[in-house]
């Protein structure tokens, strides 16, 4: 059973930094992409950030230049190190593995992020 427990979410003011953690469990993640997704009130869950089995990144265009993914193959870990925050980055933040040879994928419980001064 896959399991992924997020971290790091809060409250910050326009133009802080936060850095979200996720770590996956009950499988080797070594054929696995994993990322971020958001979802904000009233909207649909987008994709912020991926990084693939082989270390591809991949960004929404709304957050190229601030935020950066990065994955721990050894600790099964991805993280998001996000500068530079607006009010419109304000969501539920949700981890995501995605199996690269299965294609079934995997969601966490979502942690909050808000941005307001």
């Known amino acids: 059973q896959v399991q992924l427990v997020e971290s790091g979410g809060g409250l910050v003011q326009p133009g802080g930094s936060l850095r979200l953690f996720c770590a996956a469990s009950g499988s080797t993640f070594s054929i696995w992409s994993m990322g971020w997704y958001r979802q904000a009130p009233g909207k649909e869950r987008e994709l912020v950030a991926s990084?693939?089995?082989?270390?591809?990144?991949n960004y929404a265009d709304s957050v190229k230049g601030r935020f950066t993914i990065s994955r721990d193959n050894a600790k099964n870990t991805v993280e998001l190190q996000m500068n530079s925050l607006k009010h419109e980055d304000t969501a539920v933040y949700y981890c995501?593995?995605?199996?690269?040879?299965?294609?079934?994928?995997?969601w966490g419980q979502g942690t909050q992020v808000t941005v307001s001064s």
């Open positions: 990084i693939s089995s082989g270390g591809s990144t």
């Open positions: 995501n593995v995605y199996n690269e040879v299965g294609g079934y994928y995997y």
